[in-house]
């Protein structure tokens, strides 16, 4: 009769433990999934801020009398920000990413020529008295707006 209540405590001991090894397992799955989505949420905020920050940070460098001007390039909406030196740098989106083409003034390049920066799927630019807005589609479809009121604006052109 002995053995008989020790395999019970035996049984009942790998029973709780058993039980214990499934909430164990089902706490670390479930904070696995809120993790990958916090992740997610971090970087997608991440890339939102860097595009915005770039563009805004592009625009100070250039911020002077006619340095600043929104316009096309290749057929596509634009930011030009121009050099004193005569150089230009091209701001757009081109198959999915916001790229960037540091050129002289009268090189006639392609948009494939720009280098990569990071990945939007759309970029709008208006120029109004001295008010740049810029309207940036990520790849998720949302659009961030960023507004930058130029400094040197009275030569800026729209």
């Known amino acids: 009769m002995r053995r008989r209540g020790r ?10 433990f058993g039980i214990f090894a499934v909430c164990v ?35 100070r460098q250039a911020d002077r009398a006619g340095g600043v001007t929104a316009g096309g390039f290749a057929g596509m909406p634009a930011l ?12 757009y989106c081109h198959e999915g990413w916001l ?14 020529d720009g280098t990569r920066l990071l990945e939007a799927a759309a970029l709008r630019v208006r120029l109004a008295d001295g008010l740049l807005e810029i309207g940036i589609t990520g790849p998720e ?8 009121a130029l400094r040197g604006g009275e030569g800026a052109a729209g």
Do not use: F, K, N
């Open 25 to 59: 397992l089902a706490v670390l799955l479930t904070g696995a999934g809120a993790y990958q989505r916090l992740t997610e949420r971090d970087r997608g905020a991440w890339e939102r801020q860097t595009r915005e920050q770039y563009i805004a940070a592009r625009v």
């Open 141 to 148: 479809g949302g659009e961030d707006r960023l507004y930058l």
């Open 99 to 112: 790229m960037e083409l540091y050129t002289s003034g009268e090189a006639e390049l392609a948009p494939e």
């Open 80 to 91: 030009r920000l121009g050099e004193e030196s005569g150089y230009v740098t091209w701001v």
């Open 7 to 16: 395999h019970g405590e035996g049984l009942a001991a790998l029973v709780l």
